[in-house]
């Protein structure tokens, strides 16, 4: 592990002429092209460590209301399932949570949607 730590440090350290050189002596001597060797590395889990798990829950969250406030306001109230004073006072009161727990692709329908209506919006 220390070697590793020590190359490191040593790739981290190279001026952009010895990654150039290092770059053409991994095509040429080896056959790696440095962007899919990064890429390859990149998509690699960490020794011992877990494969991250794609997010699968977002929260959608309205920024403010934007030029049309009546317009967003009676979509939220639709969308969240409130009443009119209840939407207005969410909408009043952004950057406020719409829907949280959702699945990617509702999220983005519930984002266009607001934003057709004038909102500004943000997938978490």
């Known amino acids: 592990m220390a070697d590793l730590k020590q190359l490191a440090e040593q790739l ?7 990654v150039k050189e290092l770059a053409d002596i991994l095509k040429d001597e ?41 317009a967003v306001v009676k979509l939220v109230k639709d969308l969240a399932g409130l009443g009119l004073k209840e939407a207005k ?22 984002k266009q949607q607001l934003e057709e209506a004038g909102a500004v919006v943000e997938i978490k």
């Open 12 to 18: 981290v350290n190279l001026t952009v002429k010895e």
């Open 89 to 110: 006072d969410l909408v009043d009161g952004a950057p406020k949570e719409i829907k949280t727990g959702v699945s990617k692709d509702e999220a983005q329908a519930l």
């Open 30 to 70: 080896y056959g790696i092209e440095p962007a899919a060797a990064a890429v390859a590395v990149a998509a690699a889990p960490a020794e011992g460590a877990a494969a991250a798990e794609e997010k699968t829950s977002f929260d959608v969250i309205l920024k403010e209301a934007g030029g049309a406030k009546l």
